[in-house]
């Protein structure tokens, strides 16, 4: 049986636990408001860059482009998988992966015309695990509003040169969003993006009484518009990502808060029972010697 000093030991090693705990908790609470504020910027932004792109269809300087459907054989597939750097997240990682998976093999890709660039430490081993042969970039997740815009333009260029030079017809970003109190795997198609994002603006109605004047090409300000697009679209999915991971870890770290209180109560009981138990006994032993030299007096 543990004796007191064990008990102790254990008790104090629980403590410091919890503590460690307790500051994982918090700083997910801190970076969950900063992501969130970000995001909703981040949405606003998105809409003055549908605005601008509404001005351009309204006066007849944007078309709405047809997509042609391309053969299975030509089809080629960016998967671009946004997870988490550290673990204590539940399935976030493996429920994007696995989102992935069946997103493309319904699209009817080929394995072989499908190729990966992981974002976050815990989806890169994953993936590698997996012996996936076209995994052709590797970037840490942005651990801070700040550097987001730095991995989202490296990624914008990542998938530019693939564009390029591997003739992919297809970008798929895949990652986690937090919506209410659920948690759950989503997917954007950021290439070609046109036709399904023209044609909701197409059928909308300009809100003001006149349309904005602008002194640039036109050709200019719809590559332009396009290219922001894109990067909002990347840094949204960063930021979703890593709010959903803290989301999720923070409510990982109280359920192990919870444990590791229960624990610690039941440990604090049974210290106090032994202790007593043990003073008993001291008392018992010290009675019993008092009789005994009674008894031989």
Known sequence: MEGLEALQKRIKTTQDLRSIVSTMKSLSAVSIIQYDTALRS????????????????????????VQRKASIEKMKALAVVIGSD?????????????????LLKRKTFLPE???????????????????????????????????????????LLE???????????????FYSQKRGSYIKSHSNLLVPMGEEW????????????????????????????????????????????????????LTTMQAAEKNIDENLEIMHQTYQQMRQENITTELLDVVNGAEAMRKKK
Not at 42 to 54: A, E, N
């Open 42 to 65: 981040l949405i606003d932004y998105g809409k003055t860059i549908d605005l601008g792109m509404l001005a351009l269809i309204k006066r007849g300087v944007v078309h709405v482009p």
């Open 113 to 155: 015309n499908i190729f990966y660039i992981p974002v976050g430490r815990q989806v890169i081993g994953i993936l590698e695990n997996s012996h996936r042969n076209n995994i052709v970039g590797r970037y840490p997740i942005s651990n801070s509003v700040k550097s987001i815009s730095a991995t989202a333009t490296n990624i």
């Open 86 to 102: 550290t673990g204590m997240v539940g399935r976030i990682n493996r429920d994007t992966v696995s989102l992935c998976d069946k």
């Open 198 to 249: 023209l044609k909701d603006l197409e059928t909308r109605k300009w809100e003001g009484k006149g349309f904005p004047n602008y002194s640039m090409d036109s050709d200019k300000l719809f590559s332009s518009l396009i290219q922001e697009k894109m990067m909002m679209t990347i840094s949204t999915a960063l930021t979703d990502a890593l709010s959903a991971e803290h989301h999720m870890r």
């Open 159 to 173: 998938i530019d040169k693939f564009i390029r030079n591997q003739g992919i017809t297809h970008v798929f970003l």
